[in-house]
Nanobody
Framework: QVQLVESGGGLVQPGGSLRLSCAAS????????MSWYRQAPGKERELVAA????????NYADSVKGRFTISRDNTENTVHLQMNSLKPEDTAKYYC?????????WGQGTQVTVSS
């Protein structure tokens, strides 16, 4: 029932920008917090950004503060991650997460590669 579909990943040069999108369905979208996680090969998954159901409060990993912006459109059931000033260490597969409290749902992920 619940589905999360990420898009927008790709190859970008250092200093460039990408905008990731996550299309959600199967639940009352505005009632739940949404997050972006990332995982690089051989590394642990890490939380990148989170946004509350109303969109009024956001949290970011220290490594992306000032460069990434999470947003949501509750009329379109979408969450976005605007990534600016990208660094090679941002290279990872990025996953959309829906926290329904009793269970978390994950999208398939979208690959971001930052390289010159």
């Amino acid at each position: 029932q619940v589905q999360l579909v990420e898009s927008g990943g790709g190859l970008v040069q250092p200093g460039g920008s990408l905008r990731l999108s996550c299309a959600a369905s199967g639940f009352t979208f505005s009632s739940y917090a949404m997050s972006w996680y990332r995982q690089a090969p051989g590394k642990e998954r890490e939380l990148v950004a989170a946004i509350r159901g109303t969109g009024g409060s956001t949290n970011y990993a220290d490594s992306v503060k000032g460069r990434f912006t999470i947003s949501r459109d509750n009329t379109e059931n979408t969450v976005h991650l605007q990534m600016n000033s990208l660094k090679p260490e941002d290279t990872a597969k990025y996953y959309c997460n829906a926290d329904l409290v009793v269970v978390e749902y994950w999208g398939q992920g979208t690959q971001v590669t930052v390289s010159s």
